[in-house]
């Protein structure tokens, strides 16, 4: 570990369209935002805990599970209004730290190992040989995939079907883990930098809720593996 500030954040807003209030929901009775910063508080990397957000119910929440809060001007919460970018650079010049960790309490199955692995491997790379400026959380993706119409990824019409598990694996952002030093994230806006290490999160910690039926999955999921747990 360097000497170096690790900051996590973990933003959330009110007025959230497809599920509302979704930082809020619960699994196992606690909520998306106490789940994750329980998990975050439990890394050996990590020295600060920040939820942003503009709804006092959710900066509560955050501050009652051990974590810092800061207040989020509205207009940076308006997707229609604000992009990501914008978003970003006002998280930044809301807070000042080393390094960022850009978590979202929707990933809800990241493991806190999972984070402190992450981070090993973003310091061990950084400024290594490979040039490295950042870290982005992503999941082998092997499928049959189109675009426009056409076969993407494979020739269905040659001699030999290719099974989805032989074809070149593509990475798909999970959307979980951004890590990148915090001035250039001040710098650049965005999540991570022009050279990002992909690291790749074991299958079973990939989910997203954006949906409804995401958020079911989950509480399927984890109930199960707390029923496990006690047995």
């Known amino acids: 570990m360097q000497n170096k500030e690790v900051?996590?954040?973990?933003?959330?807003?009110?007025?959230?369209?497809?599920?509302?209030?979704?930082?809020?929901?619960?699994?196992?009775?606690?909520?998306?935002?106490?789940?994750?910063?329980?998990?975050?508080?439990n890394c050996k990397n990590i020295n600060r805990v920040i939820v942003a957000s503009n709804s006092d119910e959710m900066l509560a929440e955050g501050k009652r599970t051990g974590a810092e809060v800061i207040r989020r001007p509205d207009f940076y919460c308006d997707e229609s209004a604000a992009s990501a970018n914008d978003m970003i650079s006002n998280i930044c010049s809301l807070i000042k730290?080393?390094?960022v960790i850009w978590t979202h309490c929707t990933n809800p199955l990241l493991s806190s190992s999972t984070y402190?692995?992450?981070?090993d491997i973003f310091f061990q790379n950084l400024n290594e040989t490979e040039g490295y400026d950042s870290l982005l959380s992503v999941v082998e993706l092997k499928e049959h995939l189109w675009k426009d119409g056409k076969p993407f990824n494979y020739n269905p019409y040659a001699k030999r079907h290719v099974p989805a598990r032989e074809l070149p694996p593509l990475y798909m952002q999970d959307g979980g883990i951004f890590i990148q030093p915090y001035e250039q994230m001040k710098a650049n806006s965005y999540f991570f930098g022009k050279?990002?290490?992909?690291?790749?999160?074991?299958?079973?910690?990939?989910?997203?809720i954006n949906e409804y039926k995401d958020y079911l999955l989950a509480k399927v999921l984890i109930e199960k593996s707390e029923i496990k747990q006690n047995i």
């Open 7 to 41: 900051s996590a954040v973990i933003v959330a807003r009110k007025g959230s369209i497809r599920i509302p209030s979704k930082s809020l929901l619960k699994l196992n009775n606690e909520t998306l935002i106490a789940r994750k910063v329980g998990q975050l508080l």
């Open 116 to 119: 402190d692995k992450a981070l």
């Open 195 to 208: 050279k990002p290490y992909l690291f790749e999160i074991p299958k079973e910690e990939f989910l997203d």
């Open 97 to 99: 730290t080393d390094i």
